[in-house]
Structures are given as C-alpha cells and as structure tokens.
DNA sequence: GATGAATGAGTATTCATTCAT
DNA sequence: TATGAATGAATACTCATTCAT
C-alpha cells in the first residue's frame, strides 16, 4: 500500500513524516493543509499525492505507522517481570519524555487523533483503533497484581484515579513546554514531582 | 467593546448567540462558517461584521459571555457556607448537569474551547483565561476548609488529585453522550458513581 | 433559483453568459474552465460562485436560458400561417442567422450540448431537454402541409433528407467562419446557394 | 517521425495503440490520461514519453495511422468496376459496418477526432485532413458515373445532397447504439431502411 | 531502451471580509 | 442600522512532462 513511500529515502521520508504529523497535531485533520505539509517538508505537490492517494490515507498511514513505532518502543522498554502498577506508570512516564525527546511532534499527534478527528476520519481511526491501540495498550496493563490494593476498595475505580491523575499532571507539564524547554521538563524535578504524586496515591490505595 | 452589540433587540441578539455557539461548538473555531451563522440567525453578512470586527472577536466576545453567564450561575447555586471540598465538587457537579440541561450548546461550547482552539484563537484565549476564567474559578476553591485533610499531605497535590478524577469521570461520561441520553447521564446511576469516587478519594485524602 | 443572477445589472449579466457559453461551446462541459470564464467576464471568482451554486448549476442555467430566449424568437419570428415545409425551412435558416449575428456562440453553446454533454451533466441535460426542447421543437413541424409530397413517397424519410440537407450545409457554411466573416456567410449569395438545394429537393420530392 | 515506435515490438505496439484509442476515443483529447494509457499498455509513463514527444503528438501520430489502415480497407474492398453512385455508397457503408465489427475502438475514435477535438489538437487535424483524408477520399468518388443524374441538375449539390442523407441517416443509428446491440444495428432490417433512403434519392435525381 | 520519482501550474470551490447602497 | 454583491487567497487534488538512473 505504502511500500513505495517507505521505500523511498530515510531522509526525506522523515521530513515529510515530521512536517505532517506536526500539521495534523497542530490544526487537526480539516485544518490541516497539504499546502503546508508539503512547504515544510521541502517537496512539491504532486509528490506527496504520489505517494499518498489522498490527505485521508496520509492521515490514516501516520496513524498506523506512528501507533507502531509508540508500540515496538513500550514492548521494547518495558520491563515486564515488575507488576507493581506504580513502577509500571514510572516506566511508561519516562518512555513517553524519552519519546518526546526524540519525536516532539508524535506524541501531539498520537493525543490529537483523539481530540479532534473530524467525522471524515473518525469512523476509519475507530475500526483501525479498535484493533491496534486498545489491544496493545491494554496488554500495558493486563499482568498487573492487584493484591496490594486495599481490601474492599473498586480496583478498577482506583486504577482508573491513578491514570486521570498522572494524565492531568502530564497535561499541566505540557502547558508549560511553550515557556520551559523540553531538558527542564524532562528534568529531574519534574520526575520528583511525579514520584510525589505517586507517592500519595500508594499511600491512598494500597494496603 | 461589544456595547452595540449588547444594546441590540435581545431576542436578535440571542439568536446570533445560538447560531454561533452552535457553529462554533460544532465545527471548532477553523471549520466554523460565518455564512452558516448569518444563515441561522437570519441576519445579513454585512450586519454579523458591522457588530464584531471579525471572526476572532466574536469568538472572543462569545468566550466571555459565556464565562460570565456560567460564573452567575456559580455564584448564585453554589452553598457558600459548605466549606468541605467534597460537597463543593458535588455541587459543582450538579450544577454542571444542570447547565448541560438548559443549555446543552453552552457547555459544548466551552468545551470545545479546550478541545479544538486553533491557533488562531489559543494564545488570545488563553491570556484572557487566565484572568477572567482563573480568577473566578479560584473563588469556587479560595474558602474551602482544609483541616480535614491528612496531616503531612502537600495539600494542593491532593486537590490536584481530586480536581483530575472528577474531570476525567466527567471525560469518560461525555464519551457515552452520543450513545446514552442526557437523562440516562444525569441519572442517580451516574450520581452514584461519582458519589463513589469521591468516597474513595476521601477515605485517602482524608484523615 | 437563478433569481440573484437575472435581477443583476443587465450588461454584466450579459458578459458573463457570453464568457460562459463561448467557453463551454468551445471546450465541452468538462474541460471548461471556470476560471477562463471569470477572466473572460472581468468578474471574481467568488462571484460566479455567489450565482451559482457550482459548474454544474451554471451549465444547466445556461441550458435553460438558452433554449428559452431560442425559443422565443422562433415563435416570435416564424410565420405560422405559411404551411409549405420548405418556405417553412427558409424561415428557420434566416432565424438562425439572425441569431448568429446577434449571439453568435448561443447557437455553438446549443450544438455543443449534444455533441459533448460529459457524463456529469447528461443525465439532467437529457431529462429537462425532453420537456423543453423537443417539444418545442416537435412544433416547428407539427402543421406542415403534407398534401404537396409525390405519392408513394415516405413522407417521414423524405422530411430527413431536407433537415439533414439543410443541416449539411450549415455545418459547410461554418466550417468557412473562420475564413470568411459573418457578413458575407449571411450575404445574399449563401442563400441563394440554400435556395437552390431548396430547389433541388423541392423538384424532386414535391408531386 | 514515429520509425522508432514503429520499430519496436509489435505486440506491445499494438497494446499501446489499443489503450491509446480507446482512452482517446471515450474521454476525448483533453480528457484523456496519459496515466491511464500507461496504465491500461503496462507500460511506464517515460516511455510513452519516449516514443511520443507529447500528448499531441500521440494523438496526431494515432490519427494518421488511423486514417491509413482505414483507406488500406477502403482500396482493398471496394469494388472499383462499379461506376454507380448508389452502388458505391452501399459498399462503404457495408465496409464501415465490417469495419466496426472488427475494430470498434477505431471507428469510435475517428468519430470522436470530429465530435470533440478540443482546440489544442484541432487545427492541426484539420491542416492534415485536408492533405490525407480529403485525397483519399475523393478517390472514393473520382471515378463515379455523371451520365445518369438529371439533365441541368447541378451534380455537386446533388452528390452533397446524398452524402449529408447517408451521414445523417448513419449519426440517427448511433444514436441508438446505447440501446441497440452492433448485432441489430447491422441487421437486415437497417440495410434495408438505408435501401429505401437511397431509392428515395434515386428516384428523385437520376434521371 | 525503460523506469517512475519529481515537478508545478492547473482544476473547482469556499470563505472571511469589505463596501457602496 | 442593515444589506448582500464583490473580492481573492486558500483549499485538496490532477496531470502532462522531465530526468536521473
């Protein structure tokens, strides 16, 4: 489907790549403009519909190519033996600032597509959605002992406490990154930060 | 500023409001048409513009209005003499309901401001939230007893904690609004649940 | 539905339904530019939009507008009195040089819609043409003096030969436009030259 | 011009020629794809290219090798010893009848040469009709018998007269082609009819 | 000879905004 | 105050043609 574009050279791949998934990210599917995506990338605009039949399968290609790379990367840095869910949340916050050094744009990206995603794409990213992102994402969380969770208390209740909580506190760091820079966000006293909240959530819900 | 505006036929008036909440709830601020609200509010091009400068300032203009009415409906339902941050948030909850229940676009409305604001429109939006939206919400929060609370806990975390809990549970109910009804929403069933997130969070965060 | 357009000021009315028919006639339904239409007319290009809801919807308005402006002068101009078919022919000959004269691309514009009519437009171009046009046309013929034909003959193939005679020599006298001019096609020589192939087939197919 | 298209092999030649003119003859010259000519021969867009300095020349060269195959049959099946007009005219609309049952792409694409021909192709198909087509085709009636029409007729108006039937009659069965299979429309049924036309004429200008 | 990546001017249509009335 | 005609830059996408390989 797309083995001619991943064919074609790394480089050029990526600037394209970066250019639209920034696009998308910043103004959503509608707003997004290939007239754009395509001056920042440095091509011309019969290319990117060379390789792409449409803005629709471009947007739905990155879809798919960036859930891989989000997923071959949790696969590859997770360390699956510990199931204590708090170490887990630690693990997956620090791949996300590691992924956000590397690839600013894709984690935008990857949060834009359920933010937005007008009705011209929404039903395609939910059928492909469905099977990709749930099935792995929910594999983040399948092996986890739930044994340490105070007794009587609704296990998936305080799960779901201790997600909202470190999605706000990603949420709030992010508002920041127009005025720090992503080294002090990925700073130490951010990750204190975490670890506190953490912290008092242990110390609510476990034993 | 908008003072021609506001001197207006109020009954015109609220319709050029409803037409373009609408629109703009719908659509997000990019994708909103002019044309559809003129079109919906039965007003002529010329008449939209000769109120307000341009797209940006009617989509400011509606920004505050619709703080402004949310916040005197704040300060007039909200209990003031309850101090305890639990029955704060209840209330608040309510009272959101209740909102959602005579002006259902409202609140899509603002909503969307988190959701969508184009670039066009973010910076404006958030200086002038920080003032206008900030101040008054702080209010909902300045006199709430904080005693109660563990000792040693960072207080403000905790609030955190509570604060993203109730927005996400809130999150995860507007998810389910395309498929259930607004009564199912705002039924006892839902009440409950909430109820019980926040029993949880206060056996934690409480002494 | 066309109501905006036809209460605009008449001379660019004008102009743009020159623009229009001259680019379609030249060029078929879909290789016409809409831009050559707005650059031929000195109009914008959102003005031609603001008239017509597309390409598609200018088309047939100019169908319509076409045949109906045709056929008023057919029924203003044509002697109904006179039964015979070939005084009859000669009328509708001169007609259509006067319209030549007048407007000269109405007549290509009408030509060109039988013979390109892209699939885009065929459909509602064959349904509303049923109505209008042949049975308009069906009346040019329908009270001709059938007594005067030889016996025997097939009076149905004879009245073919005539159109197509007539039509072959139009089409030889057009193909000439481009070297002669209008005046001298419509001089007293080509009629004369219609006269005698009038005379031809009168000789051979009246009793 | 074309010796090194003519040169190769001729099997993928002949590809070529049949994705050309069918392209060609069902979408006219400007709406034709080179990219769905390449496409349908299997062959690469630079080699069309290479061949065909342009679109135009494709078409040009198309035309002419067209045009030739045509009046190879023409020489070939026509029965020179038959002086008679009518005799003659019967023949070559049994050929184009023959021809169309073996080639139909060819004769839809001569056809469309004259329906279409957007003006970026038709000056120059004119300039050469006149040279290839005309010549040729005048031979087709350089040798016929005069003696036999009408005393004081004039011959030239007569022969048109015939000609503009016959086209005029072929352009009527066309335009049932949609409807009617290539079968009936060869029939017994249309010769016949044709017979009828011709008597017709017959009647009226021999003597 | 043969490929197909790359180009950029072209297409119809939309839309916020202006301005004469 | 109120109208809506008029503008032109922007949109996604196409396509004949070139050129390095």
Redesign the interface.
Known sequence: MFSKFLNMDKEKQDRIINAAIKEFA???Y??ASTNEIVKEAGISKGLLFHYFQNKKQLYLFLYEHMIDILMDKIMEKINWEEKDIFVRYRQIALLKIEIYQIYPEMLNFVKSIY??S?PAVKIDINSRGKELFESSFNKLFSDIDLSKFKKG??IK??I??I???L???AY?MQEKVSSLSLEQIASDKTMEEME??LE??R???YE
Do not use: C, H, P, V
Request: no cysteine; hydrophobic share 30%.
């Open positions: 910043q103004k959503g509608d707003n933010k937005d007008s208390i609704d209740k305080a779901n406490i997600n909202w909580t999605e706000g506190f709030q506190e909240y008092i959530l110390d609510s819900l």
